[in-house]
């Protein structure tokens, strides 16, 4: 089993939809955690972090189930620039950080 | 501040041959790493660096070399370029260490290498 695992998609959404990507993660030790997002050919850049009581910044929210052991995002009133692969990211402390493969979404007009 | 810049932004090699991919930062970061990026796959690190001379392993350092001789620089290294290097590089800087939950890693624009 990977280390971190996500739906690559693509998530096809029309403009103004809510939409949610989940991330799962294999070891329990993990103690931080991140959305990053990709655009296409570009380099990635920090989203946001996500906390164990979670947190929301604009339209973005994020969550972690530490029992279930996943994280989630969610977009709500999705925007055209919203486009764009968003990358998982999962380290222990004094470890590397793991990457998600990433899931593509495409907001539509 | 021109944040990670990485050079060259595109190269095509054949089979055997040699090249360096500089990565420059100008935060005054401790800490830098050197990823390949493959379709499907996340970003696994090569290489990294906890200071000025040192430098580690990270996941999938086979055939790569890395150095570290001044703060701002890590470049990365094919002696034998194989087709299995053909990837996207990405070089990234952080002030502190992966672990802590106000990290952030800032990345270099890419190298896209091709191997013949």
């Known amino acids: 089993r990977k280390e971190v695992e996500q739906d690559p998609g693509p998530f096809n959404v029309p403009e103004g939809a809510t939409v949610a990507f989940n991330c799962t993660y294999s070891?329990?030790?993990?103690?931080?955690f991140f959305w990053y997002r990709q655009d296409c050919r570009k380099e990635p850049k920090l989203l946001m972090s996500?906390?164990?009581s979670g947190n929301e910044d604009g339209r973005f929210t994020a969550q972690l189930n530490r029992a279930s052991q996943y994280i989630s995002l969610l977009i709500r009133d999705s925007k055209l620039s919203d486009s764009a692969t968003y990358l998982c990211?999962?380290?222990?402390?004094?470890?590397?950080?793991?990457f998600g493969p990433g899931t593509r979404l495409s907001v539509l007009p | 501040n021109a944040g990670v810049t990485q050079t060259p932004k595109f190269r095509v090699l054949k089979t055997g041959q040699s090249m360096t991919l500089l990565c420059a930062q100008d935060?005054?970061?401790?800490?830098m790493y050197w990823y390949r990026q493959d379709p499907g796959m996340g970003l696994r690190l090569i290489h990294y660096?906890?200071?000025?001379?040192?430098?580690a392993k990270g996941e999938v350092p086979d055939g790569y070399n890395v150095s570290r001789l001044k703060k701002q620089n890590f470049l990365l290294g094919l002696e034998s370029a194989a087709p299995s290097q053909t990837s996207v590089y990405f070089c990234?800087?952080?002030?502190?260490?992966?672990?802590?939950?106000?990290?952030?890693?800032?990345f270099g624009p890419g190298t896209r290498l091709t191997v013949l």
């Open positions: 990211v999962v380290n222990n402390y004094g470890q590397n950080f793991v």
């Open positions: 990234a800087s952080s002030y502190s260490p992966p672990g802590g939950a106000y990290n952030e890693q800032f």
């Open positions: 660096s906890v200071g000025e001379g040192t430098t």
């Open positions: 996500v906390y164990s």
């Open positions: 935060m005054n970061h401790e800490y």
């Open positions: 070891n329990s030790a993990s103690q931080s």
